[in-house]
């Protein structure tokens, strides 16, 4: 049987010719999330702004959007922000929470609901959603914490694992995707809720598996070849590793495509965040996290100075580990 | 690395059936997964997104908290000094007062300060570690005593209310017959309530979110209510309101500050119908103490109006025709059925030593719960075929052996949440997907690896055993910065991302045993077995 190949056989990309190119379309689009973000906000949901959600479905003719805000604002509670949400015949609609004290804030969301039956009779509410405004900051404080710690802990597991510049390269790298999927829902608006957050957390791992597995052969490649010049060994080392960097993002892509097309429209931002993240740590393990290497002066007296002891070890802590699985 | 001594062979095969075992419970249907014999019900939870019902994070309110403990206080200071042995041993106080968190009084004979403070003393525990006690007693201007709570002692207040409110809503959950509610206490002063199936959550809210601090009072005949409203209130008495929609005509009644009976010495509590009106009642009973303090009083004010209070709100205040003598009686007030059985079920299991407001809600009809988890298995489904396929096409054999290794890890993960009663939330379904994208990247990584080996020019038994043991270093890495990044979620994240960061745990580590150690066994045997010269991959 011959076997399909995604990637030919002995490529020879250079991919770091084009790293100052890569390196400011990064940076620009960089600034350009972070600018996006700032001017148009993230459209936070009830998770981290606190307020009320209701998901409303209709059955047979839904009516429009602006009749129902029309509608939903006659009840009294404010402006509502609704939104399409998944199928064609659902919405999510969305209010702040009256000040004061926190029964109101619960007497509101039944308003709401009632409401709502009353005015569109065919419509059935799916879910109900409500945070109060003390425990959405807290979720805000503690999903941004979250975020930050991943990204700290994981790029000092790989300073202690390999050397300090690929730790500061798998941060930067980290960092690129982040900013990122946050221009990317500041762009689109899609709901920004604690379980996009699961998804940044798992774009930081996935993006981090990427570039754990060129960083490997980078070491590898850097004890074997110690004559050759840095840049063609990484260029060397993105080679070597391009089929399974394609294979595993294909097969990645292949499971997130299913559940974004037949999966709950519950999840679809959350699908949506890991679509995009895989695209982006992949490139960003290539075009990021690589090339700085290169201006942080790596090279095969990175793994010298502390002799042969160190990488021994680090051998031997993989084999036991290995052996520990069986 | 290619060698596997019998008993690893069989360890890891007995993983494996264990796994697969364990797992099928939770496939199976409702009827036949109750046939089961009980060590064998253990299957994967649903979580509320995906089931249905509601979850409901309440916290307690602690300045009230504070104000009942104060006023505990200052009972227990008036009973104090009251003595056991009748009048002579009373030790006269006054100007007690209780405000800005603390209680203050004088006592009216010097010599007896130090008999006072011994009695406070004996009043006050012990809190916390340190030997810190509950109150501080200081003595300010030689005859004034002041308590304040020390910061230990409100801490134990706060641990102390929370537990026993925890066991209050529990039971007046169970009382509503739902099935398997979840009550746990979070932090320091919340409590999280999920309730599978449920389809009302207001009356849930109703029913929780209630104190049920019922209380006697007599109404002040002697008040003017004018007076009253224009702030002159008699000594003794206070102005209480009615209770939405009560009263008739009547905002607010003037009461007793003294409370003649309370909520909890109530034996029980029923809804009924007033046999005279057919209004929907609460009809309660009385414990002894309580029984024979109610025939008392309602003797001594005959043709006298009393009030029922319940949290701060006066429901009615009926006249007292005859003395109450049976130690039961009847709460009557604009009811419903349901209003009044929720009332019943909140006074039957105690009034809550805490005020407890609802921070958040989360609820989710079952429709919408089951739409999204068969929508969610279908994709699994899809998802998995497409993988594997698509990794038998790539890697022929060992694209077989990985995909082998994918099912039984889908089986393991399964089995431990299963064995864990761990709970599985949508985006644990979506952890589910990663895990199994992590998985096949550890195969790809050896495959590949293989695949360079034997470009190199190696025998194929080198180059598995190299693919095998170069990856793995890659494979080792790449999982624990992921193991990283999920118990960062679980300890910052709640709710569903404590869900995914557990599914996403509990796969990295399966995916890895079955990715690598599995798939090598099923290469090992096989290169064994057949010694072949050339491979395919």
Known sequence: MRLLKLVPEDTNIQFLRWRHVAMAISILMIIASIALVATRGLNLGVDFVGGQSVRVEFTGQMPK??????????????????????????????????????????????????????AFPTAKTGSVETVSGKVSGELLRTGALSLLLAMVAISIYIWIRFEWQFGVGALFGLFHDVALTFGFFALTQMQFDLNIVAALLTIIGYSLNDTIVVFDRIRENLKKYRKMEIIPLLDL????????????????????AVLLWVGPDVIFGFTAAMLLGIVIGTYSSIYMSAPILVWLKVGPDSFIPRTTAATEGAERVTRDDDGAVV | MLDFPRWKTIGISIILLLGVLFSIPSFLPEKQFESLPGFAQAKVNLGLDLAGGSHLLLEADLADLEKTQLANMEKTVRAAMRG????????????????????????????????ARERLFSVTQGAGLTGQRDWDVDVVDTTRIVLTPTSA??????????????????????????????IIREGDDRIVVQVPGLQDPAALKELIGKTARLEFRMVDANADPNEALAGRVPVGSEIVPYAEGEGNGAAFEVLRRQVMISGDQLLDAQQSFDPQSNQPVVSIRFDSAGSSTFARVTAQNVNKRFAMVLD?????????????????????????????????????????????????????????????IRRGAIAGIIGTVAVLAFMIAVYGRFGIYANIALLFNIGLIIAIMAAFNATLTLPGIAGFVLTIGAAVDANVLINERIREELKRGRRVFQAVELGYSEASRAIFDANITNVIAAALMFWFGSGP???????????????????????????ARWLHKTRPTTLNI
């Open chain 1, 65 to 118: 959007i602006d009749e129902i805000r029309e509608k939903v604002g006659a009840i009294g509670l404010g402006e509502a922000t609704i939104q399409q949400f998944g199928s064609d015949q659902a919405v999510s609609i969305r209010t702040a929470l009256p000040e004061g004290d926190k029964t109101a804030a619960d007497r509101a969301g039944q308003q709401l609901v009632a409401g709502i039956q009353k």
């Open chain 1, 237 to 256: 080392s993105i080679n070597e590793t391009l089929a399974r960097t394609v294979m595993t993002s294909f097969t990645m892509l292949i499971a997130l």
């Open chain 2, 84 to 115: 056991d042995r009748g009048p002579e041993d009373d030790i006269a106080i006054g100007e007690l007062t209780n405000a800005n968190g603390r209680i203050s009084f004088l006592v009216r004979n010097g010599a007896q300060l130090d008999a």
């Open chain 2, 153 to 182: 002692g409100r801490t134990q207040a706060v641990a102390n209310a929370m537990d026993t409110a925890r066991d209050i809503i529990d039971r007046r959950v169970n009382a509503l017959g739902t099935r398997e509610p979840t």
């Open chain 2, 312 to 372: 701060g709100k006066v429901l009615s205040a009926p006249s007292i025709n005859e003395p109450i003598l049976g130690g039961s009686a009847q709460i009557s007030g604009s009811f419903t059925v349901a209003s009044a059985n929720s009332l019943a079920i909140s006074l039957r299991s105690g009034a809550l030593p805490v005020k407890m407001e609802v921070v958040e809600e989360r609820t989710v009809t079952p429709e919408l719960g089951a739409d999204s």
């Open chain 2, 497 to 523: 991302i404590k869900g995914f960061a557990v599914v996403l745990t509990i796969g990295i580590v399966t995916s890895v045993f079955t990715a690598v150690t599995v798939t090598r066994l099923f290469a």
